[in-house]
């Protein structure tokens, strides 16, 4: 096979080294694991209410109910590390206790857990646990929380919350142009289609975890913190994963409480959370107020540049959604302000979700781009233009590599945008409005920790060693075809191992860094082996951390989205006829992979434009929305013509393989050339997201027939 042979592996759109096993289903993901002796199956109880205390548990018919094993509640669970540290620098590897408390601190949060023979059995056991609140006001409603909302002082990725340059208020209020618009995101949640799920065992003091997990080592610190015992006594096994996007960096208490049941009863317990459970046990994306304001000469060039947001987190964690953090380096502007301000709610943890920050960050402010334009009567890819900077605006140093301009023009040549008919409602096709809309795209690069294992076998062949994991992104495949390219040999002489804390620590899959960071290790291990063979080597171990990333540069993947949608004149129903994405995105390892990467960011684009959003039942502090018939995201039927175009981009000062992370640039940006295109096709300014039909009828309703 032409794409197995050695020259130029790297880069080459392989197949999924995986992709067999996926779909004849031998890849064995934590739920279908079983080990010495039979499984027993737990279901955890959620609580009822929003926030309160419990009062009363009764467990006698759950106990007594057929073959159940064990009905654990805060009254007979053991001792547990106490939750956190909240500060703690990885969080990930917080201790997670289980049933450690009387306290309700958010809707869902997990009271009791139940263990029978089989998962029926526990489940219908599991209903039978009568509990007696004591129900307390909570504070859900990000919107009213905002006059209280604190200064973090730090947000995610550690930097500053707050950043200013020269004198934005004095600059924006003299700007002859101006721009000053609210926005809201809603909370959206991932719902990977593998739930959260354990499967937990011990032998002796010894606790092997398989569980669905992006990370590895942090939750084998994280369980050994939990149950005070040596980190090396605690082995997670992660080896597919069926998706993740942020709500898979944490741990739960599926894999406390699957641990607490096989300790407890001599036999490993396995534990899956329902799709409920799933929407409000883990984390989520934050709601979220942006205020952005923009103030221009008359020929377009920036002079004050602002965003703001309020965002939540849980009322016991500190995570802040860095919504303004892509602003700080996307345009260019003399004047410049960025804060966030953080609301404690009593609701689930908001943490990471695809893309945190720039997803939702740019929703506002490149559509206040586009509204900035039509002000200036000027097109929509000049303004941006006009605007690019060669150079970190805030950080005073340059970018390793930036084609955010050539992204802009190659994609209007490709898309057609000449074609574009500037005048909103202008253009119809029978019953449909037709627009189109364009936005800039950003995403932070970033190198981590990694050590990888390279082992030259009796047959010649090689094998790949690392605590990485595969949560659908093509991991196995793109470090094969490093370790292929590296050693000089056909991809299947290569074997890869991934998601096992009995080999080499990486950082895992998450932000962007997974193939940059990992595949660096893989390189670094093989370019030892090959040079050590000579002298008779057969193993070698290779690293990379974040020092290898040139800090005298900014380090950031750039591109550019394209959309055309039609409205129904009637409906309001919105339909993405075809969207293209081009992208500087350094060394692509894999063309096939990375163009999937970018053709699911740029889908999920859809559905934060037109379908995603949850909200809150003040009454319960509960999420309405807890299912997928009720949670809309984008389907096959949402989906029009999607077209990915990558630039050849060499970045020097980047890590070793010269690559940059595209699993979240894709997302970046699409949903903001979506809600361009709707203004377009119709003149409607939809700053509330997302744009559903109810909200595009007034406007509507004030066009010609």
């Known amino acids: 096979m032409a794409e197995s042979k050695r020259a130029d592996v790297i880069g080459l759109p392989l197949d999924r080294i995986d992709g067999r096993l996926k779909v004849t289903g031998r890849a064995t993901y934590a739920f279908e694991y079983a080990t010495q002796g039979s499984v027993a199956y737990g279901v955890i109880v959620s ?23 064990l009905v654990l509640t805060k009254d007979n669970a053991p001792p547990q590390t106490p939750w956190g540290p909240v500060d703690l620098p990885d969080r990930f590897a917080r201790a997670e206790p289980a049933l450690d408390t009387d306290e309700v601190l958010y809707f869902g949060f997990p009271v009791a857990f139940v263990v029978a023979e089989t998962f029926e059995q526990a489940t219908a056991a599991a209903a039978m646990v009568r509990i ?11 919107h009213a929380a905002g006059p ?12 500053p919350a707050d950043s200013a340059v020269g004198d934005f208020e004095s600059a924006f209020a003299s700007a002859p142009v101006q721009i000053d618009a609210h926005y809201t995101t809603p909370h959206q949640h991932q719902a990977p289609m593998e739930p959260h799920a354990t499967m937990a065992a011990w032998e002796g003091e010894m606790l092997t975890v398989h569980t669905s997990a992006q990370l590895t080592t942090s939750p084998q610190e994280g369980l050994a913190r939990t149950f005070n015992t040596p980190k090396e006594n605690v082995r997670i096994i992660t080896r597919y994963v069926g998706g993740g996007f942020g709500s898979k960096l944490p741990y739960y208490v599926d894999a406390t409480l699957a641990a607490i049941g096989a300790r407890t009863l001599g036999r490993p317990v396995k534990v899956a959370m329902t799709r409920p459970q799933v929407f409000y046990t883990t984390t989520h994306r934050t709601a979220s107020e942006q205020h952005v304001r923009l103030g221009a000469d008359r020929d377009g060039r920036l002079t004050a540049y602002g965003q703001e947001a309020l965002v939540h987190c849980a009322r016991f964690d500190l995570f802040t959604e860095p919504v303004c953090d892509a602003a700080r380096r996307l345009y260019a502007a ?7 301000r953080r609301a404690k709610l009593d609701l689930p943890r908001s943490d990471s979700m695809r893309a945190p920050g720039e997803a939702i960050g740019l929703l506002g402010l490149e559509c206040a781009m586009d509204e900035l334009a039509e002000a200036l009567d000027l097109d929509p890819v000049e303004l941006r233009l006009r605007n690019d900077t060669s150079s970190d605006p805030e950080q005073d140093r340059p970018f390793a590599s930036r084609h955010l301009a050539e992204a802009l023009r190659e994609g209007a040549a490709r898309f057609g945008w000449n074609k574009r008919v500037a005048k909103p409602a202008s253009v119809r096709d029978r019953r449909w409005l037709v627009g189109l809309g364009v936005a800039s ?33 093509g991991s196995y495949t793109i470090l094969t075809q490093i370790a292929a390219d590296t050693m000089e040999l056909p991809v299947d002489r290569v074997t890869v191992r991934l998601g096992d804390t009995r080999f080499p620590p990486t950082a895992g899959s998450g ?9 660096s290790a893989v390189l670094a291990a093989c370019r030892k082996l090959k040079a050590g063979l000579a002298s008779g080597m057969t193993e070698s171990l290779g690293s990379v951390t974040p020092a290898d990333l040139d800090e005298a540069y900014s380090h950031a993947g750039f591109g550019a989205h394209f959309a055309e949608v039609c409205v129904d004149r009637d409906t309001g129903e919105v339909r993405v006829r075809r969207m293209l994405g081009v992208f500087a995105a350094g060394r692509i390892l894999n063309a096939k992979t990375a163009r999937s990467q970018m053709i699911g960011g740029m889908t999920w684009g859809i559905g934060s434009a037109l379908l995603e959003e949850n909200h809150v039942d003040s009454r319960f502090g509960s999420f309405i929305n807890q299912d997928l ?17 990558f630039l050849d981009e060499a970045d020097p000062h980047g890590g070793p393989l010269g690559s940059k992370g595209v699993g979240e640039l894709g997302i970046c940006g699409a949903g903001a050339a979506i809600m361009n295109a709707i203004h377009n096709a119709t003149g409607a300014r939809i700053r509330d997201f997302p744009a559903t039909p109810d909200k595009l009828l007034a406007t509507l309703e004030t066009l010609d027939p």
Do not use: C, W
């Not at 609580?47 to 094993?69: E, F, M, N, S, Y």
């Not at 003399?334 to 966030?340: I, V, Y």
């Not at 932000?511 to 595949?519: I, W």
């Not at 018939?629 to 175009?645: F, L, Q, R, S």
């Open 148 to 159: 209280s909302a604190e200064n973090p002082g730090r947000i995610d990725g550690n930097g």
């Open 47 to 69: 609580a009822a209410i929003g926030k309160g205390r419990i009062l009363r548990i009764d467990t006698r018919d759950a106990q007594h109910a057929p073959r159940v094993l």
């Open 334 to 340: 003399p004047n410049r302000l960025t804060r966030h």
């Open 629 to 645: 018939a009720n949670y809309h995201v984008a389907v096959n039927a949402d989906v029009g013509a999607m077209e990915v175009v």
């Open 511 to 519: 932000g962007s860094f997974g193939a940059a960071t990992s595949g």
């Open 132 to 142: 007696q609140y004591d129900p307390m006001p909570g504070d859900y409603d990000l």
């Open 441 to 473: 795209a950003i995403r932070g690069d970033i190198l981590q920790s990694a050590t990888a294992r390279a082992r030259l076998e009796n047959d010649g062949k090689i094998t790949i060693e690392l605590a990485m994991t595969d949560i659908g992104t």
